[in-house]
């Protein structure tokens, strides 16, 4: 073979290669495109080359990215054929926490006019996702720094605090005067039935001075029966006494703040757990506040709203259907890990109310139910914080949530006393 075949076939190679290679590597594309300009504010982290997703189908790349004046440009390549719409939106999304960037399109309406090439479109200036999760461990940390009084929401903490022990101040007395005679009554119980049990046995057999007395057979049966009906009341006596230290009465307080729309609300409710250790009743009031207050442009949030329910519980689980936040509803906690060591402080809910909500609140139609949603990690027996998606159907608003609970002996010694005071 020539030398001069040989160095034909050998840059005819080269050229070859170097082709493949400016198309894998340097971006050359025999496929053919037009050009989209789309306006930010902040692309941080969005590289060039990057894609641009369609319903979540890749479409083109981002060509470029400069600055003209105020703007910054992201030059957006779009495969020819792929029709996009005015009205379409355009915004910089990230595909996990920490992902990519690309640039991703919502195609707009129906029948509207196509974009046309090298247009300049207005894109979304969403909050970026790491802005978003600074945001929120800032605000975080400001609720800890709150929680343990160095805020004004420790001092608000503390006053409705001390305005619930008030509650329960005018007992504190009265259960301890009777504190005493409770713990003994129904070891006093124990010893009438006993006695009441041989009185009996004794007036059968005509045993001692009573048995001797009644020689009359009619005589006899009364005085038997009547002690039979008084053993028989003595221990329904005991029974109810026995309860009385069995209902649990928990205070609940919620606290939720949303990062992005920048509000928080207070739940404040009583958890009533009967002595069958199985139902619970909770009562209280939702999203606390000043209804007349004026509100922000996103600011949904319906204020002063009554929860009531009653539910079921065991270990792994508990279920209340009522009026929750105001309108009918369910309410789900699962602790699948229950008993797991630490797995077991993390909690599971879901509430789903408000089914046929169709009105406006705040200039804003609100047609789907109020699903909330959530986990919760409990530090201790008194104090929870969680991660929550509040209205998830409308608004989903992401939420941090604190809650802090505690049982009142007071309040569940009153109960008692009132089961007492209700029993025939």
Known sequence: ????????????????????????????????????????????????????????????????????????????????????RQGAQF???????????????????????????????????????????????SSVKEFVDSVNNHGMLGDQLNQTMAQLRELSTNLNQMIASMQPYLNSSVQNLDVAVEHLTNLLASIDRGDGVIGSMLKDEQMK????????????????????????????????????????????????????????GYT????????????????????????????????????WAKFSAGMIRGAGGVALELRPFHDKEFLNRFTFTGELSDWGRDREINHRNFTKPNLSYGVDFRFNKYFSVGAWARDALETNNFAIRANVAFNDQDISSFFGLAAVAGTK
């Open 1 to 84: 073979m020539k030398a001069e075949t040989k160095l034909g076939i050998f840059t005819v190679l080269g050229l070859i290669l170097f082709g493949f290679s400016l198309y894998f590597l340097g971006g050359l594309s025999v496929t053919k495109t037009y050009d989209i300009n789309i306006k930010f504010d902040d692309v941080s982290g969005l590289p060039v080359k990057a894609p641009v997703k369609l319903a979540g189908v890749e479409v083109g790349k981002v060509k470029k990215i400069k600055i003209e004046g105020e703007d910054v440009i992201v030059v957006a390549e779009i495969h020819d054929g792929v029709a996009i």
């Open 280 to 315: 619970f009743y909770h009562a209280g009031m939702a999203n606390l506040g000043n209804k007349d207050d004026r509100v922000k442009e996103d600011d949904y949030i319906e204020r002063n709203k009554l929860d009531v329910r009653l539910g079921l519980y065991n270990h």
């Open 91 to 137: 915004s910089v999304v990230m595909t996990g926490i920490i992902g990519s960037k690309y640039l991703k399109v919502v195609q707009g309406r129906p029948g509207a006019p196509l974009i046309t090439p090298n247009s300049y479109i207005a894109g979304l200036n969403d909050v970026p996702m790491d802005v978003m999760i600074t945001q929120t461990m």
């Open 221 to 276: 049966e009364e005085v038997k029966q009547t002690v039979a009906d008084l053993r028989t009341t003595m221990a329904e006596v005991k029974t109810v006494v026995g309860k009385m230290g069995k209902f649990q009465v928990y205070w609940d307080y919620d606290f939720f703040y949303m990062p992005k729309p920048a509000l928080s609300t207070s739940d404040l409710g009583v958890d009533i757990y009967t002595p069958s």
